[in-house]
């Protein structure tokens, strides 16, 4: 029995694609796929494949992302961002419009890149050395963001929901999923979507001492507790995390709006 013959509507699949092959995604087309979220690191196959723990893993996921969006399937990409391979991320950007933008005839043919940090939670708190400070990732994340848009792809923080100041630019961030969903949370009663969200990403950030004068606060649920905590552990010394500031821009332009108030 298909989903497609169930009369489910929309499928996604969680995948890093390595078994993705042009046969099998024929057959998850038929089946009812609608979109494949992929979990595709780094262009460098050194970082991607110490990041996955499997050797030539690069080759085959990017293999498996072709046979998806051959067969027709929406495909969304996930790199989960770390020390490893954060600063290369711009450039991570690039090899995803050189590889795919012949696939799309002219289109980049990917729905979203998701623009995930690393969080502190389950297993990978126990690699605290993989894990970027904010400050560290922002240059990186804003320069990947302009890259993409030049691009045509679409980006999002909607995984991972990321603080806005580390997105760059006003555009990036009125386009995020953050964003949104505040606007539409101070517009009336959330829906059942804002309700999940709610419960499983707004309870678990928090606003801190740079908040108060930012021009996002009320657009922005801050940042993740759990790297708050690992922010305070590092002011006290014990730790590499720190409290976003955002970019030399931002500041400037949060200072100013803040003083013409
Ligand atoms: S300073 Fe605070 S409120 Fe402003 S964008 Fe960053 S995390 Fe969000």
Redo the contacts with the bound molecule.
Sequence with gaps: VTAREEGIARVQMQTNALLLTPERACALRAAGLTSAFVAYHSHLPEIQDRLTGRKDSGARTLAGIKAAIRAGIPVSLNPVLTRLNVSHFPDFIDHLAAELGPLGHGRVPLEVVCVTLMQPHGRAAQNPALLPSYREAQPAIAEAVQRARGHGIATDTHYASL???LLGDDAAIQASLEFRECRALRQGPPGAFLEERLQAVIAHKV?GP??TR?V??NF?H??WRAYAKRAASARSGRGAARW?T?SEEQRRWTDTRSSSK
Excluded: E, N, S, T
């Design positions: 603080p806005l100041c606003q740079p908040c930012c996002h606060k922005c801050g940042v976003p955002g």
